[in-house]
């Protein structure tokens, strides 16, 4: 999910962005479970059904140890680097070094991978830029999606859920390093029906 959301560090727009039941039961078939949405929410989860996931007031961005099969929807928020904190935080102000909050969360996501901390995971946004700042996402087999995704759109103010298209969106799966490529084939099955895999 992506969420923009006025607890911890994130700054309050009022509502947030829910991957839909298709995006995420693909997800669980795949890896056979998701253990972990690092950036989620209660009612989020009711849908991704996650065995943990973290809100903005756990961090899991910054503080969190990540583990076994990952979902993650990143929150479409600006981020600088706060030296005297040491960590990220979101922010709404305008600057050339602010890094997108998609970009932030794939680093990391991708960091962890190597490190061997996520044993697999499929990261999924709407936010197509990434494909000009984030290339090394073509290191991994991709999809984009042939239709816009409808999400769900959840209102804060009154817990109001109401379905939204969306725009252009990918899909991107690191595969278990021990299984890459049954892995990589079960990607394929499963999601060359949602648009053009790219290997």
């Known amino acids: ?11 309050s727009e009022g509502f947030e962005w829910i991957s839909n039941r298709d995006l995420v039961d693909s997800a669980h078939f795949l890896m056979g479970g998701i253990d972990l949405d690092p950036a989620s ?31 993650l ?27 997108s909050g998609q970009a932030i969360w794939w680093r990391t996501l991708r960091r962890k991978w190597l490190a061997g901390e996520v044993e697999q995971a499929i990261y999924f946004t709407n936010y197509m830029d990434m494909m000009m700042y984030n290339q090394d996402i073509f290191d ?19 817990d109001k859920l109401e379905k939204k298209c969306t725009g ?15 892995a990589t084939e079960a990607f394929i099955d499963i999601y060359s029906e949602k648009g053009r895999i790219i290997v």
């Open 140 to 158: 991994f087999p991709i999809c984009i999606m042939k239709q816009r995704p409808s999400l769900i759109r959840r209102y804060f103010a009154n």
């Open 41 to 71: 929410s209660k009612v989020a989860n009711d849908y991704v059904n996650a065995d943990q996931y973290f809100t903005p007031t756990d961090d899991g961005l910054n503080l969190q140890t990540w583990h076994g099969n990952v979902y």
């Open 1 to 11: 999910m992506s969420l923009p959301q006025s607890k911890g560090n994130y700054k």
């Open 168 to 182: 252009c969106s990918f899909i991107v799966y690191l595969q278990p390093k021990d299984n890459i490529g049954e």
């Open 73 to 99: 929807f990143p929150p479409h928020l600006s981020y600088f680097w706060d030296k005297k904190g040491d960590r990220w935080k979101a922010t709404r102000g305008m600057s050339p070094s602010l890094v």
